[in-house]
């Protein structure tokens, strides 16, 4: 039971110690605040636009182009292969006298299209795929090529393609923009944490002359290092709420000029814990860091 | 109970503050160790207390050599002392009462005996009706007497006090020499470096001068 205690002392005692400096603490969270809610809004950003890109383009399609003498039995025969692929979603087909009154209404050519002697345009399917994937797509794309009666595929992924690679950048200068600030909020935890142990010198060394065990000591460092970066997470997490917030309003009323009604999407309730649990962890380790570096220059020789 | 065998310490830097001592303290033992300041006592203490190393020799606690022993081990060796030291190391941001718990605190004491505890010892120190003081309102032999409620609250077997009555006048050093001399008497196995001859004559106990770091003969 007495580890149990221990635990709630050391707590304690970590939340005695940001309430007597009120202004430092602050201080030390709003800076995690600002540092974790930039990569945070960022990250947030981008998958916003991934969302509003899925949005735009419709599912990603394939067309599958028969040749024009296919018959009803090439056609079944298509039909079985893609029911059977693991990377179609769905089907349809359009057949071609269809397709050609299809174009006739559409283009208003119907004049010049009834002159010919022969329909031009040959069966056709259009194929949803599973996922979004390109590589996915563009393998069905090129296997479909090879089968019989198959004139031409056509894969209408090229600027989803260009949109992946653009956010495939973004989301890599999110990760090193948050790895560099992480590192950050390390040192500065170890900054902090090491003030705290110059302050505490007295206490420490007096309980380790009296029997105090490296963990008893350091327990209430780590446990101001994570309350101080979980408190960061917060702050963090309500920059971005905020900021959200009011790019939704500025969104609306800009939105409503084009009779689009754009927002964006708030943290997933599993994003705000991971971004919590990082922020307690990145506090702990700049503590733990600390602690472990002056502690040692405290032992016995 | 404490067997000290051919220790030496030697300082970085190279000053040598004990060269080969050898002492025994028996169980119940009552055993004063003096020599001049700089002979080499407070190293003594500190070696055996576990609060230093030596770096030669080896000194053996109830049968377990303790300079072999891991450094994640000393802490648990330490609290079977209780440590009065020559500069008290009082904590000023805390009560009296939080002075005298603290090494009930660290070894993880049953939560509700420690207030019971705690005032024990600052009963027999005669400092129970200033629990709720500062230590920097207590006088010197106050303070003293703190520093001593602190190594008994444990109940240690051992107690290895430092200069004691270093800075206290003549009355004071008397009366903090007959509260060891009870300890004593109740089985407690007491060591005492002091420089001060004159208090320790006429009491019989034992007596290791230590000269120039080395035991005088």
Request: glycine fraction near 8%; charge should be positive.
């Amino acid at each position: 039971m007495s580890w149990i205690f221990a635990h709630i002392d050391a707590f304690r005692d970590s939340m005695r110690r940001l309430l007597q400096q009120p202004f430092a603490t602050v201080l030390n969270v709003a800076v995690f605040g600002i540092a974790l809610a930039l990569p945070c809004g960022f990250y947030i950003g981008l998958e916003n636009v991934a969302r509003f890109s899925r949005q735009l383009t419709s599912e990603p399609q394939l067309s599958l182009f028969l040749t024009v003498n296919a018959d009803a039995g090439d056609v079944k025969a298509i039909e079985e292969r893609l029911t059977r692929h693991a990377a179609v979603a769905e089907f349809r087909f359009v057949d071609r006298s269809t397709a050609l009154e299809d174009l006739k209404r559409a283009s208003g050519m119907s004049d010049v299209l009834s002159e010919l002697q022969s329909n031009p345009l040959p069966h056709a399917f259009v194929v949803a795929g599973r996922s979004a994937d390109p590589d996915l797509l563009e393998g069905l794309r090129d296997e479909a090529s090879q089968w019989p009666s198959v004139e031409h595929v056509q894969l209408d992924s090229e600027w989803a393609r260009k949109l992946d690679a653009a956010l495939r950048i973004g989301r890599l200068l999110v990760t090193l923009l948050g790895v560099l600030l992480a590192f950050a909020l390390v040192a500065v935890t170890f900054n902090t944490i090491r003030l705290q142990i110059l302050t505490r010198r007295d206490e420490i060394e007096v309980s380790k002359l009296i029997g105090a065990t490296n963990h008893f000591i350091r327990r209430p460092f780590l446990y101001l290092g994570g309350l101080q970066g979980l408190l960061g997470g917060v702050a963090a997490w309500l920059i971005v709420a905020i900021a959200v917030r009011m790019l939704n309003r500025e969104l609306a009323s800009f939105g409503g000029l084009f009779g689009l009604s754009p927002s964006l999407g708030h943290m997933t309730l599993q994003q705000i814990g991971v971004l919590l649990a990082l922020a307690a962890l990145l506090g702990w380790l700049g503590a733990w860091m600390s602690v472990s570096r002056h502690l040692w220059r405290m032992e016995p020789r | 109970m404490i067997t000290v065998s051919h220790v030496s310490k030697r300082y970085p830097g190279g000053y040598e503050a004990l060269r080969n001592v050898s002492a025994q303290v028996e169980p119940g033992e009552m055993v004063f160790v003096t020599g001049h300041s700089g002979a080499g006592k407070s190293t003594l203490l500190k070696l055996v207390g576990g609060i230093e190393r030596p770096t030669g020799g080896s000194v053996v606690i109830n049968g377990k050599n303790i300079t072999s022993m891991g450094r994640a081990s000393l802490p648990f060796l330490r609290r079977n002392f209780g440590f009065i030291f020559q500069d008290h190391k009082l904590l000023f941001d805390r009560s009296v009462y939080a002075n005298a718990a603290l090494p009930l605190i660290i070894s993880g004491f049953p939560r509700r005996e420690i207030p019971r505890r705690v005032r024990a010892a600052l009963d027999k120190v005669g400092l129970l009706d200033r629990e709720k003081a500062r230590p920097v309102t207590l006088s010197g032999g106050e303070q003293q007497r703190l520093c001593i409620a602190r190594a008994i609250v444990n109940r240690p077997a051992i107690l290895l006090a430092d200069e004691p009555t270093g800075n206290l006048d003549a009355a004071y050093a008397t009366e903090i020499i007959a509260m060891f001399k009870a300890f004593n008497q109740v089985g407690v196995t007491v060591v005492i470096a002091t420089h001060d001859t004159a208090l320790i004559r006429g009491l019989g106990a034992r007596t290791v001068r230590l000269d120039h770091g080395a035991i005088a003969a």
